[in-house]
């Protein structure tokens, strides 16, 4: 299983940008599908979830601007990033947890390789 992140750019402060976070692989079963990001010297954060049944959870930095969807049939999920601030630069990444794919066996967390945002002011 392998997942590929895609969407991100350069944004003016505002604007609005939709990454993607495409699974390769077949993915029977998972828990969630997430994103994250990291900006330079600062820890990797949490901005959303969304598990297997549809439920989500967010960040309160992102909560209201952010919104994250999936489509199963497809094996990917999206963050939905509007109203975008300068403070939201990053790299994106996203996050499949407690993947089973009966190609590999057992339990695994899935890391994409990260897509950068950047917003200008």
């Known amino acids: 299983v392998q997942l590929q992140a895609s969407g991100g750019g350069l944004v003016q402060a505002g604007g609005s940008l939709r990454l993607s976070c495409a699974a390769s692989?077949?993915?029977?079963?998972?828990?969630?599908m997430g994103w994250y990001r990291q900006a330079p010297g600062k820890q990797r954060e949490l901005l959303a979830t969304?598990?297997?049944?549809?439920?989500?959870n967010y960040a309160d930095s992102v909560k209201g601007r952010f919104a994250i969807s999936r489509d199963n049939a497809k094996n990917t999920h999206y963050l939905q990033m509007n109203s975008l601030k300068p403070e939201d630069t990053a790299v994106y990444y996203c996050?499949?947890?407690?993947?089973?794919?009966?190609?590999?066996?057992?339990?695994?967390?899935?890391w994409g390789q990260g897509t950068q945002v950047t917003v200008s002011s």
């Open positions: 692989g077949v993915i029977s079963t998972y828990n969630a």
């Open positions: 996050k499949a947890e407690g993947v089973y794919s009966p190609s590999v066996g057992g339990i695994h967390d899935y």
């Open positions: 969304i598990t297997s049944y549809g439920s989500t």
